[in-house]
């Protein structure tokens, strides 16, 4: 029974020294730069904050599907389609604007 923990120990030490492939080093260096994005976002929101945003992405996404191509299925043809197109850049750059202005996550500290 003594030998149990040892054993475990070995085994251990093993799997940290065994030399580990590319994907395996390029999945553990991506889940760390994930989670600390995450800790970045979870220091600077508020979870008020996280559903208005959530609910601004929801309603961006169903103005954008369902209200700019009504012109194009409305009027038809070139003109509908070049106004759709028109009221699509406008409304995705006012909605990019919003949302850099609102929900901009804040620049990490130095030395962090």
């Known amino acids: 029974m003594s030998d149990l923990p040892s054993l475990d120990r070995v085994r251990r030490a093993d799997d940290e020294a065994r030399p580990k492939s590319y994907r395996e080093r390029q999945e553990s260096l991506g889940a760390w730069l994930l989670q600390r994005r995450r800790l970045r976002r979870a ?67 130095r030395g962090a």
């Open 43 to 109: 220091k600077a929101f508020s979870l008020r904050k996280e559903a208005a945003r959530n609910l601004f992405i929801s309603g961006c996404l169903l103005f954008d599907a369902l209200v700019v191509p009504e012109p194009a299925l409305i009027l038809g043809g070139i003109a509908g389609v070049a106004l759709s197109g028109i009221l699509l850049v406008a409304a995705l750059a006012l909605e990019v604007n919003f949302y850099r202005s609102h929900f901009a996550v804040p620049p990490p500290e």
